[in-house]
């Protein structure tokens, strides 16, 4: 069995930075794409970021710039680093990593932007 675990959320004005880090534990084997999504109140989950074995990243029109996706994959972690927050980046964010035959998501972790 597989757990991802999340840590690093947390409440900050806008401008300010966070970095969110996603660690799975178990019987892991090769990681393939690794993921952040988010979800708002209100709103559907949407897709931030995602990273490949090869380390090609891609990301959301609105955190272009701003995010910026990593992995370590000896520690089987991924790392999320937020800079220039602003209030609409408010929301619940969870990782989500796929191995063969098996996809994983995190708990989620708040994170909330005062103006």
């Known amino acids: 069995q597989v757990q991802l675990v999340e840590s690093g959320g947390g409440s900050v004005q806008a401008g300010g930075s966070l970095r969110l880090s996603c660690a799975a534990s178990g019987r892991i084997s090769s990681i393939s794409v690794m993921y952040w999504y988010r979800q708002a109140p209100g709103k559907v989950r949407e897709l931030v970021a995602f990273i490949t074995t090869s380390g090609t990243t891609n990301y959301a029109e609105s955190v272009k710039g701003r995010f910026t996706i990593s992995r370590d994959d000896a520690k089987n972690t991924v790392f999320l680093q937020m800079n220039s927050l602003r209030p609409e980046d408010t929301a619940v964010y969870y990782c989500?990593?796929?191995?063969?035959?098996?996809?994983?998501w995190g708990q989620g972790t708040q994170v909330t932007i005062s103006s």
């Open positions: 989500k990593m796929i191995m063969i035959g098996w996809t994983g």
